[in-house]
């Protein structure tokens, strides 16, 4: 009997195939070890696969679309719900095998190497600003121990460091300085590599077409352009902009019942890089529109009358988000919205 539909649990080394015919018959329920992944699924005639979506996920879908099988990469939290009782490998292939066939499924597209590349470099560069943080505020509470204080920042450590570098300095106890140095020097380090990852990033945004594209949105700059472009490999997968927003976390969560609709908080979900990223763009634009000379500045005040000023820089990142849709869906720059004539009379 011809197998139709594959579900496929991932793992390091043990693998789970449960597939079905057209009729939905199992035909097929086997463990795999890695090395045996290839032989199998060369040996099948073209069907869909469905994986749930992780660290390997994209590598694997590349390899069986080269064998010429369709393969489908799903969020695991759409397939927990066809999880029957009891939780073990063979159940979640049976569940992923029964949730790709699901007319309304939503799925993840497939990256290929140079954008996962690229977003390697990405949480390379994010891991180790992380770092230079932790040193920063290690170098702040030891210093503040004996009572030196910076101002707020990152730039205003300088002045810590100096105290720290200086070895004729008395204001510190030698033993301190011994065991502050190192810090300041893998402080540097990290400098240093953040800088070579943002110059490698920077060429890989000039290589790409999507990326230039983003580039020219307000608020959107070098890092988040490069982010999205690498991220979302087709953006006709979201049916809208609204979609891509709510991918991403900034659209309400609704607890809505009965016609009446309660909009909260944005639901955070999605990807906390790229909203991270988006939100802080919008916070820089922020003072742009206050002085009205930026795009949509009459709708950003408008807002701040009535909303802080933190909920509004979400706003202004939803409403970018689904800008950034637009601009990927279509192929075209960003282009600042004309008043008509009479509105600007």
Request: glycine content about 6%; proline content about 4%.
């Amino acid at each position: 009997m011809q197998i139709t539909t594959i579900g496929l649990d991932l793992a390091k080394n043990v693998f789970q195939v449960h597939g079905v015919d057209a009729e939905g018959t199992v035909v097929v329920r086997r463990k795999l070890r890695r090395t045996q992944v290839r032989e199998f699924f060369v040996g099948l005639a073209p069907c869909l696969i469905g994986m749930e979506a992780c660290g390997t996920a994209h590598f694997w879908a590349r390899e069986l679309i080269a064998m010429g099988h369709r393969v489908k990469i799903m969020p695991p939290s759409y397939v927990k719900a066809y999880v029957r009782r009891g939780k073990n490998d063979a159940a979640d292939a049976a569940a992923i095998c029964e949730a790709v066939m699901r007319p309304h499924m939503r799925f993840v597209p497939v990256k290929t190497e140079e954008q996962q590349a690229a977003l390697m470099l990405h949480k390379t560069r994010e891991l180790l600003v992380r770092q230079q943080t932790m040193l920063i505020n290690a170098i702040r509470g030891h210093m503040a121990e004996l009572g030196m204080i910076a101002p707020q920042g990152a730039a205003k450590v300088k002045d810590l460091i100096a105290v720290i570098q200086e070895s004729e300095d008395q204001s510190i106890p030698a033993l301190a300085r011994a065991a502050l140095q190192p810090l300041v020097r893998q402080l540097h380090t990290l400098d240093e590599q953040v800088e070579i990852l943002d110059r490698e990033i920077k060429a890989w945004h000039k290589t790409n077409e999507t990326g230039r594209r983003l580039a020219t949105i307000p608020g959107v700059g070098i890092l988040t352009a490069s982010a999205i472009a690498a991220t979302v490999p087709d953006p006709s997968f979201f049916k809208s902009g609204r979609e891509f927003a709510a991918w991403l976390g900034l659209t309400p969560r609704q607890n809505s019942s009965g016609g009446k609709d309660r909009l909260g908080r944005i639901s955070k979900k999605g990807n906390t890089y790229i909203r991270r990223l988006l939100v802080t763009g919008a916070t820089s634009m922020l003072r742009y529109a206050r002085a009205k000379t930026a795009a949509g500045a009459d709708w950003v005040n408008g807002l701040l009358q009535r909303r802080p000023a933190r909920l509004v820089t979400v706003a202004m990142a939803n409403k970018t988000a689904r800008i950034a849709w637009a601009v990927m869906v279509k192929g075209e720059n960003f282009r600042v919205p004309v008043r008509p004539m009479t509105e600007a009379a």
